[in-house]
């Protein structure tokens, strides 16, 4: 069975780090592929054989921010249908407002417990696997001021 693809993108190795420990115990399933900057995930979606499933992406990323690398994404014809998934440590509306304008399929607030994490990116590994919008969307009904979804 091919293992589902998750591209973290995101500048703090902390944060990237406790998202590969909310993803323990899924490696038969996925694959958490990690770049710290913008550039670098342009190069490895150019280089991938087959397209993440998901990407998580940070919006406040040093040079290239996530704003600008989600307009990006969005723009090519390789991967700009892959969901992707804004992440920021603010719920503001600017940034809401933003992520939804640009493309992406959600915005999460990043959670300073490690057992909101866990549990978010267990219910973002089960859409990844069944249907994505439907599982934002109960994500979102349980976790209004930390999940936003766009239809």
């Not at 115990?25 to 694959?31: D, S």
């Not at 300073?112 to 439907?134: E, H, P, R, W, Y």
Request: aromatic fraction near 8%.
């Amino acid at each position: 069975m091919n293992r589902k693809i998750i591209l973290l993108v995101d500048d703090d190795c902390d944060d990237a780090e406790f998202f590969k420990w909310a993803m323990k115990g899924t490696e038969e399933t996925f694959a958490v592929k990690f770049v710290n900057s913008g550039d670098a995930a342009l190069n490895l979606l150019s280089e991938l054989d087959a397209l993440p499933d998901l990407i998580l992406l940070d919006a406040g990323m040093p040079k290239m921010d996530g704003w600008e690398l989600l307009k990006l994404i969005k723009l090519d014809l390789k991967f700009g249908n892959v969901p992707v998934i804004m992440m920021a440590t603010s719920n503001g509306p600017k940034g809401i407002d933003e992520a939804h304008s640009l493309g992406a399929q959600a915005y999460i607030v990043k959670p300073s417990d490690f057992g909101a994490l866990k549990l978010i990116m267990q219910q973002l590994c089960v859409g990844v696997q069944t249907n994505l919008k439907s599982t934002l969307e109960s994500m979102h009904a349980n976790l209004p001021e930390n999940i936003y979804t766009f239809t």
